[in-house]
């Protein structure tokens, strides 16, 4: 690789560690987020490595960045080979996220029915964390029970009020959703557990998509380190001429 071009992409590396490390923050804390939304309901805590490592990843990358755009213009051996071995030590947290994302997302399958149908059992409809847990599983995932919407016919609180949770309605403002079991043309009839896990599966998808976006800039990033180190050692043996 031509030195000139290698200085052009590591400057052009650094000038955008900044807007990596926003976009990375930016993915880790959407993760959390979307955990957040349903940590009642998600017992495998685990499944945050990921989102964990990309945010620690960000917070780096704000700094490498300066180092990278000062030793890259002044052709610094030693500041580049410390923005080379930082850009080492990403790249390789970055495919240990991608791993720990890969291995969790094969992981979720089958591990949801178990935590959703507990809290449906102690679902009453008060303001309480596992009624709050569910009805905006229900409202967010548009979905109604575990496999389907019979699935509350099982529960304490359909036999308490020989109805379903509004949280079940189509649109739970409309007058014409009781909640009664045979109005369910009303209801979203379709269970939570399957799209639960395609709504995790989905961040934890785009999440490694852009983890693996960013390995590959910080690739080219290291090979950009060695060309210019390499001509900068050549350099040093030319004769010169008065």
């Not at 030195?3 to 807007?19: D, E, H, P, R, Y």
């Not at 051996?77 to 030590?89: N, P, W």
């Not at 847990?133 to 529960?155: E, H, I, P």
């Not at 009781?178 to 009839?189: A, I, P």
Request: hydrophobic share 45%; glycine share 8%; with cysteine.
């Amino acid at each position: 690789m031509d030195c000139g071009v290698a200085k052009i992409i590591l400057l052009f590396i650094s000038l955008i560690f900044w807007a990596a490390g926003a976009g990375l923050a930016y993915v880790g804390h959407y993760v959390i987020k979307s955990f957040g939304s349903f940590e009642n309901l998600i017992q495998n805590k685990s499944n945050l490595i990921p989102a964990a490592i990309i945010i620690g990843i960000s917070v780096v990358m704000f700094i490498v960045g300066i180092v990278g755009c000062c030793s890259t213009l002044y052709e610094s051996k030693c500041g580049l080979s410390c923005f080379f071995l930082i850009i080492m030590l990403i790249f390789a947290a970055e495919v240990t996220a991608l791993v720990f994302s890969f291995i969790y997302r094969g992981k979720i399958d089958g591990q949801l029915e178990g935590p959703i149908r507990e809290s449906l059992s102690k679902y009453n409809g008060e303001n309480n964390s596992e009624t709050e847990a569910v009805d905006s599983m229900q409202t967010l995932l548009k979905c109604c029970g575990v496999k389907n919407y019979t699935d509350w016919t099982n529960t304490t609180y359909f036999s308490t009020n020989k109805t379903l949770p509004l949280s079940c309605c189509k649109n739970s403002s409309s007058p014409q959703c009781n909640g009664k079991l045979e109005e369910w043309q009303q209801f979203n009839t379709e269970g939570c557990e399957p799209k639960l896990e395609k709504f995790i599966q989905d961040v934890l998808t785009y999440a490694m998509l852009v983890v693996v976006a960013f390995a590959i800039i910080k690739f080219f990033g290291m090979v950009s380190v060695c060309a210019i180190t390499c001509k900068s050692r050549r350099s040093g043996y030319e004769p010169l001429y008065a």
